[in-house]
């Protein structure tokens, strides 16, 4: 049996898809909270009428829901952080990149 290397630099990026979309979606839904006069509630079809009714009936709930988030991505992020070290992943970089990607991506 041959012994495996662990890797203390490990890291492994996620799909472009993957980020393309959650970025876009978490970039929509603050902007409905924080801007909800710039988005063209008309062009969007029923999802548009939707996300309307939304903002002018559940603005609160709205908030709420994306302070949430926010900080489910943190813990997320910071549980991260001590995954990193029970799977001896050492390097500064590496547990950096799984730190920022899981913040941003979840």
Not at 77 to 88: E, M
Request: hydrophobic share 40%; net charge positive.
């Amino acid at each position: 049996m041959t012994k495996t290397k662990e890797k203390s630099d490990f890291f492994v990026l996620t799909p472009t898809i993957w980020m393309v979309l959650i970025t876009f979606g978490i970039s929509f839904y603050a902007m409905t909270c924080f801007r909800p006069d710039v988005i063209p509630y008309g062009y969007l079809g029923p999802f548009g009428t939707f996300v309307k009714y939304l903002v002018d009936n559940h603005y609160q709930l709205l908030l709420k829901g994306f302070y949430l988030s926010c900080g489910i991505h943190v813990t997320e992020a910071l549980v991260t952080i001590h995954l990193c070290s029970k799977k001896r992943i050492t390097d500064t970089s590496a547990r950096m990149k799984w730190f920022l990607q899981t913040r941003q991506l979840g």
